[in-house]
């Protein structure tokens, strides 16, 4: 057998979904472009290195960003809600997903390190960070809850289409401590020069 075969076997292929698809209206841009892009570089760097073997990032209101290390994925309808964003992403991946937001600078690789580990051992194959017991991301989901997840978050009515995947994970997702790794906070306003 090819090595290239036995490494895919033991070493399950796994695609990183940075969700950036956003005008950033409260913001004042694109987040993909927050720190002169550097949110959205670090956040392809922390899904990567967290084990990642592919990252996507799917853009929307900015389509032409650029960022090193990582796949473009473009949601058309990206201004419905963010719930179409995240199904243009599950739509072009591989294997399982782990979902990262690019409005949540301080989480690094190691949050991406432990959500990985559980959701390898989770027997209902969905994993979600939490901070201080508020849920977040990055989220792991198991290849098997991808088709019926896009098929969901495409059939979000005007509630839902704005909430991503939440309303759409299974009761039986758990959630995972990270709060001693980072604040998971998204930021949704302008900071300071010298901020995140």
């Known amino acids: 057998m090819p090595i290239e075969l036995l490494a895919e076997q033991a070493e399950p292929r796994l695609t990183g979904v940075l969700l950036a698809a956003g005008a950033g209206t409260r913001f004042g841009m694109p987040k993909v472009r927050a720190a002169g892009g550097r949110w959205a570089r670090t956040a392809v760097r922390a899904l990567a290195d967290g084990g990642c073997t592919r990252v996507l990032v799917v853009l929307g209101a900015d389509p032409t960003a ?6 473009i994925v473009v949601a058309g309808d990206w201004s419905v809600g963010l719930s179409r964003s995240v199904a243009a992403g599950l739509a072009r991946a591989r294997g399982d997903v782990v979902v990262g937001l690019v409005d949540t600078p301080d989480i690094g690789a190691e949050c991406v390190r432990r959500v990985i580990r559980a959701g390898r051992r989770s ?13 977040g991301h990055p989220v792991y989901l198991a290849a098997r809850h991808r088709e019926p997840l896009i098929a969901a978050l495409l059939g979000a009515g005007p509630r839902d289409a704005d909430r991503g995947l939440g309303p759409h994970l299974p009761e039986t997702t758990e959630l995972i401590d990270c709060g001693d790794l980072a604040t998971g906070r998204d930021i949704d306003r302008p ?4 901020g995140a």
């Open 123 to 135: 027997e209902g194959g969905t994993v979600r960070a939490e901070y201080d017991g508020v849920p």
């Open 191 to 194: 900071v300071p020069i010298g």
């Open 66 to 71: 650029h960022i090193p290390g990582a796949e």
